[in-house]
């Protein structure tokens, strides 16, 4: 039950790293800072969940490397795509990638992170440390950012380390245990990645919904 609570407020702060601010030659730690303060902005109580989620899409197509992250998460098993199959399964992942945060993200407002340090660990990745501050709901949470730093001008996110836990890797765990249990067929991924959609968008139009029909 821990492991499911800790991994919902992973995904939550995965997909916060997904608005950091495109901006020239900005130091990473700038760089995650400005991530917050938009994410806060974005995410403000005074505009509907459907113009939230319209911003935050944007901002995550924007500064997110969706094709990078998807080739990872999908492993070994991409050798065996075919070109047609890379495209589908691309179009599908960043679909999954932005609609299956954004439901929960929605309701997130206000997050307070302290920016710590960064270390360039070479000339492609810098990690920022930093801290999600705790609140009466959650405790302190702590985070890497890995962040894609070969071009100052065009930095992109790669991945978000949660108390030790990476993201990505994680998630290519999963996709790697949907393919295995299906006997390698690719086809069950695909299938698998369109009911998460499906659920995403239906879950997304019931609060939609609820925050124009409510009273309150």
């Known amino acids: 039950m821990f492991f499911k609570v800790k991994f919902k407020i992973s995904l939550i702060l995965f997909f916060l790293l997904s608005l950091i601010v495109n901006s020239h030659s900005i130091e990473p730690n700038e760089f995650v800072q400005n991530t917050v303060n938009r994410a806060s902005e974005a995410l403000?109580?005074?505009i509907s969940t459907e113009v939230k989620i319209k911003k935050l899409k944007i901002i995550a197509k924007e500064t997110v490397d969706i094709r990078g992250i998807g080739f990872y998460t999908l492993g070994k098993h991409r050798k065996t795509l075919t070109d047609n199959q890379k495209d589908e399964y691309i179009s599908l992942f960043e679909e999954y990638f932005l609609k299956t945060f954004s439901d929960r993200l929605a309701e997130y407002t206000d997050p307070k992170v302290r920016v710590d340090s960064y270390e360039k660990l070479n000339e492609n990745y810098t990690i920022v440390s930093s801290v999600l501050i705790a609140t009466d709901k959650r405790p302190e949470v702590k985070i890497d950012w890995r962040i894609y730093t070969k071009n100052p001008e065009n930095p992109l996110i790669r991945?978000?380390?949660?108390?030790?836990?990476?993201?990505?890797?994680?998630?290519?765990?999963?996709?790697?245990?949907?393919?295995q249990s299906n006997d390698g067929d690719i086809n069950?991924?695909?299938?698998?990645l369109k009911k998460s959609i499906y659920i995403a968008s239906i879950t997304l139009q019931n609060r939609i919904k609820f925050f124009f029909l409510c009273p309150c």
């Open 159 to 179: 991945d978000l380390i949660i108390e030790g836990l990476s993201l990505a890797r994680t998630q290519k765990e999963e996709f790697n245990s949907i393919i």
């Open 188 to 192: 069950a991924l695909f299938s698998s």
């Open 44 to 46: 403000s109580n005074k």
